[in-house]
T-cell receptor, first 116, second 111 residues
Framework: DAGITQSPRHKVTETGTPVTLRCHQTENHRYMYWYRQDPGHGLRLIHYSYGVKDTDKGEVSDGYSVSRSKTEDFLLTLESATSSQTSVYFC???????????????FGPGTRLTVL | GQQVMQIPQYQHVQEGEDFTTYCNSSTTLSNIQWYKQRPGGHPVFLIQLVKSGEVKKQKRLTFQFGEAKKNSSLHITATQTTDVGTYFCAGRGGATNKLIFGTGTLLAVQP
Protein backbone atom coordinates (compact mmCIF):
# COMPACT_ATOMS: atom_id res chain seq x y z
CA ASP A 1 0.00 0.00 0.00
CA ALA A 2 2.98 2.36 -0.57
CA GLY A 3 3.19 3.23 3.12
CA ILE A 4 0.24 5.62 3.17
CA THR A 5 -1.88 6.09 6.26
CA GLN A 6 -4.80 8.36 6.89
CA SER A 7 -6.20 9.55 10.18
CA PRO A 8 -8.79 9.47 11.44
CA ARG A 9 -10.41 6.65 9.47
CA HIS A 10 -13.89 7.70 10.54
CA LYS A 11 -15.18 10.97 11.93
CA VAL A 12 -18.56 12.42 12.75
CA THR A 13 -18.72 16.12 13.34
CA GLU A 14 -21.20 18.96 13.46
CA THR A 15 -21.82 21.70 10.96
CA GLY A 16 -19.60 24.71 11.52
CA THR A 17 -16.76 22.94 13.25
CA PRO A 18 -13.23 22.80 11.80
CA VAL A 19 -11.90 19.39 10.85
CA THR A 20 -8.38 18.31 9.93
CA LEU A 21 -7.57 15.09 8.13
CA ARG A 22 -4.04 13.79 8.03
CA CYS A 23 -2.22 11.86 5.34
CA HIS A 24 1.15 10.35 6.16
CA GLN A 25 3.57 8.62 3.80
CA THR A 26 6.80 6.84 4.56
CA GLU A 27 8.45 6.90 1.14
CA ASN A 28 9.27 10.59 0.63
CA HIS A 29 7.27 10.93 -2.56
CA ARG A 30 7.08 14.46 -3.82
CA TYR A 31 3.49 14.54 -5.05
CA MET A 32 0.52 14.18 -2.71
CA TYR A 33 -3.17 14.61 -3.44
CA TRP A 34 -6.47 14.91 -1.63
CA TYR A 35 -9.62 13.59 -3.31
CA ARG A 36 -13.20 13.28 -2.27
CA GLN A 37 -15.39 10.44 -3.49
CA ASP A 38 -19.12 10.78 -3.81
CA PRO A 39 -21.68 8.56 -5.57
CA GLY A 40 -22.08 9.56 -9.18
CA HIS A 41 -19.02 11.81 -9.16
CA GLY A 42 -16.12 9.43 -8.95
CA LEU A 43 -12.98 10.90 -7.47
CA ARG A 44 -12.60 14.68 -7.51
CA LEU A 45 -9.35 16.44 -6.76
CA ILE A 46 -9.50 18.91 -3.87
CA HIS A 47 -5.89 20.06 -3.52
CA TYR A 48 -2.48 18.69 -4.35
CA SER A 49 1.11 19.30 -3.36
CA TYR A 50 4.30 19.03 -5.36
CA GLY A 51 6.66 19.61 -2.47
CA VAL A 52 7.01 21.06 1.00
CA LYS A 53 4.98 24.26 1.20
CA ASP A 54 4.08 23.92 -2.50
CA THR A 55 0.37 23.33 -2.95
CA ASP A 56 -2.28 24.12 -5.51
CA LYS A 57 -6.03 23.90 -5.93
CA GLY A 58 -7.92 21.12 -7.60
CA GLU A 59 -11.39 21.15 -9.11
CA VAL A 60 -13.36 21.26 -5.82
CA SER A 61 -11.19 23.32 -3.46
CA ASP A 62 -13.79 25.71 -2.04
CA GLY A 63 -14.15 25.25 1.73
CA TYR A 64 -10.88 23.34 2.03
CA SER A 65 -7.32 24.30 2.80
CA VAL A 66 -4.14 22.24 2.93
CA SER A 67 -0.71 22.40 4.42
CA ARG A 68 2.50 20.52 3.87
CA SER A 69 5.23 21.45 6.27
CA LYS A 70 7.03 18.11 5.96
CA THR A 71 7.46 15.79 2.99
CA GLU A 72 5.69 12.97 4.74
CA ASP A 73 2.56 14.80 5.91
CA PHE A 74 -0.23 16.44 3.94
CA LEU A 75 -3.06 17.92 5.97
CA LEU A 76 -6.54 18.73 4.71
CA THR A 77 -8.62 21.19 6.73
CA LEU A 78 -12.30 21.87 6.43
CA GLU A 79 -12.43 25.36 7.83
CA SER A 80 -16.12 25.22 8.76
CA ALA A 81 -17.63 21.85 7.95
CA THR A 82 -20.93 21.69 6.06
CA SER A 83 -23.21 18.76 5.34
CA SER A 84 -22.18 18.91 1.66
CA GLN A 85 -18.70 17.93 2.76
CA THR A 86 -19.92 14.56 4.01
CA SER A 87 -17.86 12.22 1.88
CA VAL A 88 -15.07 9.71 1.75
CA TYR A 89 -11.70 11.42 1.52
CA PHE A 90 -8.73 9.72 -0.09
CA CYS A 91 -5.13 10.78 0.01
CA UNK A 92 -2.86 9.68 -2.80
CA UNK A 93 0.80 9.91 -3.67
CA UNK A 94 2.74 9.61 -6.86
CA UNK A 95 6.36 9.74 -7.79
CA UNK A 96 5.49 12.63 -10.02
CA UNK A 97 5.20 13.51 -13.63
CA UNK A 98 7.92 12.41 -16.01
CA UNK A 99 8.16 13.26 -19.65
CA UNK A 100 4.80 14.99 -19.59
CA UNK A 101 3.02 11.85 -18.41
CA UNK A 102 1.40 11.31 -15.07
CA UNK A 103 2.73 8.46 -13.02
CA UNK A 104 0.37 6.12 -11.30
CA UNK A 105 -1.13 7.16 -8.00
CA UNK A 106 -1.19 5.11 -4.82
CA PHE A 107 -4.11 5.67 -2.53
CA GLY A 108 -4.49 5.59 1.22
CA PRO A 109 -7.29 3.67 2.93
CA GLY A 110 -9.63 6.68 3.09
CA THR A 111 -11.41 8.68 5.77
CA ARG A 112 -15.17 8.54 6.04
CA LEU A 113 -16.40 11.94 7.23
CA THR A 114 -19.97 12.65 8.26
CA VAL A 115 -21.06 16.22 8.93
CA LEU A 116 -24.35 16.45 10.82
CA GLY B 1 -13.53 22.24 -18.08
CA GLN B 2 -12.32 18.80 -18.96
CA GLN B 3 -14.78 15.99 -18.33
CA VAL B 4 -14.26 12.26 -18.31
CA MET B 5 -17.39 10.18 -18.55
CA GLN B 6 -17.76 6.44 -18.17
CA ILE B 7 -20.53 4.15 -19.30
CA PRO B 8 -22.27 2.24 -18.04
CA GLN B 9 -22.55 3.46 -14.46
CA TYR B 10 -23.51 -0.02 -13.33
CA GLN B 11 -23.33 -3.49 -14.88
CA HIS B 12 -24.62 -6.73 -13.46
CA VAL B 13 -23.37 -9.92 -15.14
CA GLN B 14 -23.47 -13.64 -14.56
CA GLU B 15 -20.15 -15.19 -13.75
CA GLY B 16 -18.46 -16.21 -16.99
CA GLU B 17 -19.97 -13.42 -19.07
CA ASP B 18 -17.85 -10.68 -20.58
CA PHE B 19 -17.86 -7.08 -19.42
CA THR B 20 -16.82 -3.81 -21.02
CA THR B 21 -16.66 -0.28 -19.67
CA TYR B 22 -16.06 2.76 -21.83
CA CYS B 23 -14.35 6.00 -20.99
CA ASN B 24 -14.79 9.19 -23.00
CA SER B 25 -13.00 12.50 -22.57
CA SER B 26 -14.06 15.92 -23.79
CA THR B 27 -10.42 16.72 -24.57
CA THR B 28 -7.43 14.88 -25.99
CA LEU B 29 -5.53 12.99 -23.33
CA SER B 30 -1.79 12.59 -23.02
CA ASN B 31 -2.28 9.30 -21.20
CA ILE B 32 -4.98 7.29 -19.51
CA GLN B 33 -4.90 5.14 -16.42
CA TRP B 34 -7.28 2.53 -15.06
CA TYR B 35 -7.98 1.81 -11.42
CA LYS B 36 -10.05 -0.77 -9.59
CA GLN B 37 -11.76 -0.19 -6.28
CA ARG B 38 -13.16 -3.12 -4.35
CA PRO B 39 -16.24 -2.45 -2.22
CA GLY B 40 -15.16 -0.62 0.92
CA GLY B 41 -11.61 -0.31 -0.35
CA HIS B 42 -9.42 2.24 -2.04
CA PRO B 43 -8.59 2.64 -5.74
CA VAL B 44 -5.73 0.47 -6.94
CA PHE B 45 -3.78 1.22 -10.10
CA LEU B 46 -4.17 -1.33 -12.88
CA ILE B 47 -2.46 0.04 -15.96
CA GLN B 48 -1.45 3.10 -17.96
CA LEU B 49 -1.81 3.64 -21.71
CA VAL B 50 0.13 6.32 -23.50
CA LYS B 51 0.18 5.73 -27.25
CA SER B 52 -2.62 6.30 -29.72
CA GLY B 53 -4.33 2.99 -30.49
CA GLU B 54 -2.42 1.18 -27.75
CA VAL B 55 -3.74 -2.17 -26.52
CA LYS B 56 -2.52 -3.88 -23.37
CA LYS B 57 -3.58 -7.12 -21.74
CA GLN B 58 -3.44 -8.36 -18.19
CA LYS B 59 -4.70 -11.94 -18.09
CA ARG B 60 -8.46 -11.62 -18.73
CA LEU B 61 -8.38 -7.81 -18.88
CA THR B 62 -7.84 -5.94 -22.16
CA PHE B 63 -7.29 -2.19 -22.20
CA GLN B 64 -7.48 0.01 -25.30
CA PHE B 65 -6.64 3.64 -25.94
CA GLY B 66 -8.46 5.24 -28.86
CA GLU B 67 -6.73 6.46 -31.98
CA ALA B 68 -7.74 10.05 -31.21
CA LYS B 69 -6.66 9.64 -27.57
CA LYS B 70 -10.07 10.78 -26.36
CA ASN B 71 -11.51 7.43 -25.37
CA SER B 72 -10.55 4.16 -23.80
CA SER B 73 -12.11 0.86 -22.87
CA LEU B 74 -11.59 -1.98 -20.44
CA HIS B 75 -12.84 -5.43 -21.39
CA ILE B 76 -12.97 -8.36 -19.01
CA THR B 77 -13.34 -11.81 -20.53
CA ALA B 78 -15.21 -14.48 -18.57
CA THR B 79 -15.84 -12.49 -15.42
CA GLN B 80 -15.22 -13.99 -12.02
CA THR B 81 -16.58 -12.98 -8.62
CA THR B 82 -13.17 -11.53 -7.81
CA ASP B 83 -13.75 -8.93 -10.55
CA VAL B 84 -16.45 -7.24 -8.47
CA GLY B 85 -15.78 -3.56 -7.84
CA THR B 86 -15.77 -0.13 -9.41
CA TYR B 87 -13.50 0.52 -12.36
CA PHE B 88 -12.28 4.05 -12.92
CA CYS B 89 -10.45 5.55 -15.82
CA ALA B 90 -8.33 8.64 -15.26
CA GLY B 91 -6.91 10.84 -17.94
CA ARG B 92 -4.52 13.70 -18.05
CA GLY B 93 -5.14 16.54 -20.46
CA GLY B 94 -7.03 19.76 -21.00
CA ALA B 95 -6.29 23.20 -19.60
CA THR B 96 -5.45 22.00 -16.11
CA ASN B 97 -3.22 19.18 -17.32
CA LYS B 98 -4.04 17.26 -14.16
CA LEU B 99 -5.34 13.75 -13.78
CA ILE B 100 -9.14 13.71 -14.03
CA PHE B 101 -11.01 10.64 -12.89
CA GLY B 102 -14.03 9.26 -14.66
CA THR B 103 -17.29 8.63 -12.89
CA GLY B 104 -16.64 4.91 -12.60
CA THR B 105 -18.45 1.72 -13.54
CA LEU B 106 -19.64 -0.56 -10.78
CA LEU B 107 -19.45 -4.22 -11.77
CA ALA B 108 -21.51 -6.82 -9.95
CA VAL B 109 -20.91 -10.50 -10.74
CA GLN B 110 -23.48 -13.08 -9.82
CA PRO B 111 -22.08 -16.58 -9.20
Amino acid sequence: DAGITQSPRHKVTETGTPVTLRCHQTENHRYMYWYRQDPGHGLRLIHYSYGVKDTDKGEVSDGYSVSRSKTEDFLLTLESATSSQTSVYFCAISIGEAGGYTNEQFFGPGTRLTVL
Amino acid sequence: GQQVMQIPQYQHVQEGEDFTTYCNSSTTLSNIQWYKQRPGGHPVFLIQLVKSGEVKKQKRLTFQFGEAKKNSSLHITATQTTDVGTYFCAGRGGATNKLIFGTGTLLAVQP
